[in-house]
């Protein structure tokens, strides 16, 4: 990003930031579950269980334009997979013309052959593709062939000049055995010289009855957060989830820690049909943005019980970065400075 854009964004949010800090409700960063289809039938998500109509993209771009209007600068890409969707290019070059920063997630196995139809993110933002570890553990997780298909996938992102990150879920799977494959997930990150970030998985609200739980028991997750954090501190550039949502991480089995969460202040979803709501976990609080209009639905949105807490990692950076931690500012500095 060059630098006065740099400069501009980070003023516009530090100024939101105070707003929010004085009560002020702005839809600074909007995560858009855009669609609930997916490709891929991975063990921990479910998502693709859900039937939901997806919205038109008239109807996508008109709630793009409120919420441009009501303060939004960040807007994430996600699903489902987002590249299933045809009109996902229109979409992102709506996001492009707004002036949001952007982040679309993706499985990466579409990349090759839709990434010319999303070229403007690599003017806006990030490619994060979810790898999960090595081979064996991604194609067990993922389905076998998805772990070289998300590599073809990011390695042709990267040649086109793309910015990639890679999105990488802690779960049982990769923590087993001394988290072995946390340790090859480390290399391979440092191999295709991608920052990681990094997601304790969770009981997903879509397959928490149909699947086994994935969450590791509290001393491989523990130890997990340790070795992330060594490797953060031998690779600064590479992974860049600051001390604080760290900290945050290892506590999550305390019931000492609590935050003053922003979801329905800062942030919001957008759900498929046009449901907006505080975060992915309250979808049965939101409130149709087709209906209401999406702006107001916002401002209509119930706000968290003060002991609700998660490890949903869009939403805790967020909590910290809205919420003015220094060692959250302090990260995205760096990630300017780093280009990463
Ligand atoms: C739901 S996917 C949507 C985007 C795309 N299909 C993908 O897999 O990257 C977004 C991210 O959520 C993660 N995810 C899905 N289910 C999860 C769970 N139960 N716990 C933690 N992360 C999960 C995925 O690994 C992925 O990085
Ligand atoms: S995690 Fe992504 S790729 Fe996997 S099933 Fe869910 S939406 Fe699809
Ligand atoms: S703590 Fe997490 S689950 Fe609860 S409202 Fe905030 S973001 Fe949602």
């Known amino acids: 990003m060059e630098p006065l854009r740099f400069f501009k964004k980070s003023l516009r949010a530090l100024n939101t930031a105070i707003r929010i800090r004085n009560g002020a409700r702005v839809p600074f960063r909007i995560t858009h579950i855009t669609t609930t289809r997916c490709n891929l039938r991975c063990k921990y998500c479910g998502r693709w269980n859900s039937e939901k109509k997806d919205m038109s993209t008239g109807e996508i771009l008109s709630a793009m334009d409120e919420f441009s209007s009501a303060g939004t600068r960040a807007w994430d890409f996600s699903g489902g997979e987002p590249l299933i969707r045809e009109d996902i290019g229109e979409l992102v070059d709506k996001a492009y013309e707004l002036d949001f920063s952007c982040v679309l997630v993706t499985n990466g196995t579409l990349l090759k052959e839709r990434l010319a139809d999303v070229k403007k993110i690599k003017k806006i933002g990030a490619i994060n593709i979810s790898l999960d570890g090595p081979k064996e553990i991604h194609d067990i997780i993922r389905g076998k062939g998805s772990f ?193």
């Not at 130890?223 to 953060?232: G, H």
């Not at 600064?236 to 760290?246: A, G, K, Y």
């Not at 992915?280 to 409130?287: M, R, S, T, V």
């Open 148 to 340: 070289d298909r998300a590599l073809e996938g990011i390695k042709y992102a990267k040649s086109k000049g793309y910015k990639v990150h890679l999105s990488s879920v802690i779960s049982r799977e990769n923590t087993q055995k001394g988290c072995k494959s946390l340790f090859d997930l480390f290399d391979i990150a440092k191999g295709l010289d991608c920052p990681i970030y990094l997601q304790p998985v969770y009981n997903s609200r879509y397959n928490h009855e149909k699947f086994p739980s994935l969450i590791p028991d509290e001393k491989d997750h523990k130890k997990a957060i340790n070795l992330i954090r060594a490797f953060k501190y031998d690779n600064p550039t590479l992974n860049q989830t600051s001390e604080r949502t760290l900290r945050w991480f290892e506590g999550a089995f305390s019931d000492e820690q609590k935050w003053d969460c922003l979801a329905g202040r800062a942030y919001a979803f957008l759900f498929p049909d046009g449901v907006v709501a505080p975060c992915f976990f309250k979808e049965d609080k939101g409130i149709n943005g087709l209906e209401n209009g999406f702006s107001k639905a916002f401002q209509m949105l119930e706000l968290p019980d003060p002991m609700c807490k998660c490890m949903i990692t869009c939403c805790v950076e967020s909590n910290f970065q809205y919420g003015l931690s220094i060692s959250e500012v302090e990260a995205q500095i760096k990630r300017f400075f780093t280009n990463k």
